[in-house]
């Protein structure tokens, strides 16, 4: 059967639609995941550092020294004065809160990489069933309504 130029368009704004189904459909799955176990999709980095005091008290040291840093100077250095440490129960409540910020942004970053996808699914699917009955009725050689 011989296919028109408009049909071949068609076709191919049908299978494209049809793989941006498929992609964002997998993304969807991932960010409902993310929704429902946000402790499961947050980068290792964060997870290894918020399990103990000292993996954090390391992680935030290194990021405080670094942004003390002078970096006009043509030799950058570390200030002379270390952060001192706080006590271990300091230290447990704000490695807690950090961790509660770290799953609050993931979480938030998934409802709104849900709602876009929502979107794309939603122009994927009236794309492809308005090009998929355009197929259908030139292939019956009916006009379509």
Same mark, same amino acid.
């Given at each position: ?11 191919? @704004?049908?299978?494209?639609?049809? @793989? ?8 969807? @799955? ?8 946000? *402790?499961?999709? %947050? /980068? ?14 390391? *992680? ?5 020294? @670094? /942004? ?14 270390? %952060?001192?440490?706080?006590? &271990? ?27 876009? &996808? ?7 699917? %009236? ?19």
């Amino acid at each position: 059967m011989k296919k028109t130029a408009i049909e071949i368009y068609a076709l191919i @704004i049908c299978l494209g639609a049809m @793989i941006c189904l498929a992609v964002n459909m997998g993304l969807m @799955i991932y960010n409902v995941v993310s929704l429902v176990k946000p *402790d499961l999709t %947050i /980068s290792d980095h964060q997870y290894t550092t918020h399990q103990n005091n000292n993996n954090y008290w390391q *992680d935030q040291s290194g990021r405080s020294n @670094i /942004s003390r840093m002078n970096i006009f100077a043509p030799n950058p250095q570390k200030d002379s004065n270390p %952060i001192q440490r706080p006590t &271990e129960s300091e230290l447990t409540k704000q490695r807690l809160d950090s961790y509660q910020n770290v799953i609050a942004i993931e979480k938030r970053s998934a409802t709104r990489d849900l709602i876009f &996808e929502f979107i794309v699914i939603l122009i994927s699917t %009236i794309l492809f069933f308005t090009h998929w009955r355009f197929v259908l009725h030139r292939k019956q050689g009916v006009k379509p309504v």
